[in-house]
């Protein structure tokens, strides 16, 4: 996705009406501009700021016209603002650019629904000689290699019967723990 923006003297003006999400990262760049000669053959550079007014600076170089990645820092919040400055000391007026909230989110709880027996059958067939043996207990799926555990996943659904289901040879111990008999 390109913003695309003219610099005249000290008029930065947006270019483009691209409506912009929120949360991406290496996927927005900024195109640059400069048409008037005070900026030519100058160090240039772009400073993004997020909602916040923590500011990111990305260096352009000294072409008139320039590109760059918005910084994924700045786009995480409703808004950015964008300005650019070069020489010993153009500046530009700033511009806010709206960001559309995106539904992505890294806090995802499975589901009941989530935890189908598909998801079972990628673990195991994931781990084929990997582990010496899988154990279920307190809520954990544990996979064990030399007696050490080498990998655990916490399950929020009860999936005792499923693993059951899945696995031909299993016991379980005094306290309750399901232990699977893994090649």
């Known amino acids: 996705m390109d913003l695309n923006f003219e610099i005249n003297n000290q008029i930065l003006s947006r270019k483009d009406d691209n409506i912009l999400v ?16 005070e900026w030519t053959n100058l160090e240039k550079f772009a400073i993004f700021k997020d909602s916040w007014g923590k500011a990111y600076v990305s260096y352009l170089g000294t072409s008139c016209d320039c ?10 919040g409703t808004n950015f603002k964008v300005s650019v400055y070069g020489g ?8 806010t650019i709206l960001l559309v909230p ?9 589901t ?3 935890m189908s027996r598909d998801v079972f059958v990628d ?3 994931r781990l084929e000689n990997k582990i010496d043996e899988i154990v279920y207990e307190e809520g954990y799926l544990r996979c064990y290699a030399s007696g050490k555990i080498v990998s655990e996943l916490m399950l929020v659904v009860d999936v005792e019967d499923q693993i059951k ?5 299993f016991r379980v111990d005094d306290e309750g723990n399901l ?3 893994y090649p």
Do not use: H, Q
């Open 88 to 95: 010993d000391l153009i500046t530009a007026c700033e511009l």
């Open 112 to 114: 009941a629904e989530s």
């Open 67 to 76: 590109r760059c990645v918005v910084p994924a820092e700045a786009l995480k």
């Open 22 to 37: 929120n949360k991406s990262k290496n996927y927005v760049f900024c195109n640059f501009k400069f048409k008037t000669a």
């Open 123 to 125: 673990i195991f067939e």
């Open 102 to 110: 995106s539904g992505y989110t890294t806090l995802i709880s499975p």
């Open 165 to 169: 289901e899945l696995l031909p040879s």
């Open 179 to 181: 232990y699977v008999n």
